[in-house]
């Protein structure tokens, strides 16, 4: 097959238009945090959807496109998620955890229970596709699975709160219990879970900070 291209648009129209873009990205992303505290607000199926059509629009390699993104809004699979989720929780406070890694989660005062795996009106599982299952049951290779899902979860945080919602990356291990759960097919392994709400009134974040800029980059 020939390849086929078109002709690239660039967007914004202009350099002043995409400067005040980019300082409004900027400032949005700046104030973007993970939250724990969860209203009972619900959110509509048309904003996921258009959150999700976001996420799906990251690059992947060969544009493979090798994710799926399961909204859940049953309280009842909800339910099942959080008790199992918890389970794991449990397992990794009660021992699996090193000490180094217990004192590292202090600032941020978790544990096993995970109250807004029921609290928040939508959680988003993220499933990688390592391989894509044709219609003979044959496989079809991806490439670049863990990075193309990686950005596409970037995607997702991202337009989560320039949507004015929170979110949380939450990655509970193992995390074979969503695939049983949710009735995934056998190519597809969670990758992240992220509850989605509006905050509760009078939520509050740890107080932490980011690296700064001279810490992680290197300019030559």
């Not at 193992?174 to 597809?188: A, C, K, T, Y």
């Amino acid at each position: 097959m020939d390849p086929k291209f078109l002709p690239y648009t660039p967007w914004p129209a202009s350099d002043t238009d995409a400067r005040a873009l980019f300082e409004n990205f900027e400032t949005s992303l700046q104030t973007r945090r993970s939250l724990r505290m969860y209203s009972k607000k619900p959110v509509s199926r048309m904003i996921v959807k258009r959150l999700i059509g976001l996420a799906a629009s990251a690059p992947s390699g060969a544009n493979k496109q090798p994710w799926h993104f399961v909204a859940v809004e049953n309280p009842e699979v909800k339910r099942k998620i959080r008790t199992a989720a918890e389970e794991e929780e449990k397992a990794f406070y009660g021992g699996r955890a090193t000490e180094e890694w217990l004192e590292d989660l202090k600032p941020f005062a978790t544990d096993w229970e995970k109250p807004f795996l029921e609290d928040a009106p939508w959680l988003i599982v993220v499933f990688r596709k390592n391989f894509d299952l044709e219609a003979d049951g044959s496989k079809a290779k991806n490439y670049y699975v863990q990075e193309s899902v990686g950005i596409a979860c970037g995607f997702l945080i991202a337009a989560i709160h320039a949507a004015g919602l929170v979110t949380l990356t939450h990655t509970p291990s193992p995390m074979g219990f969503l695939s049983d759960i949710l009735g995934r097919p056998s190519n597809e392994k969670p990758f992240l879970l992220l509850p989605l709400g509006y905050p509760a009134e009078g939520a509050e974040v740890p107080d932490i900070s980011k690296k700064g800029l001279d810490e992680i980059s290197d300019f030559i």
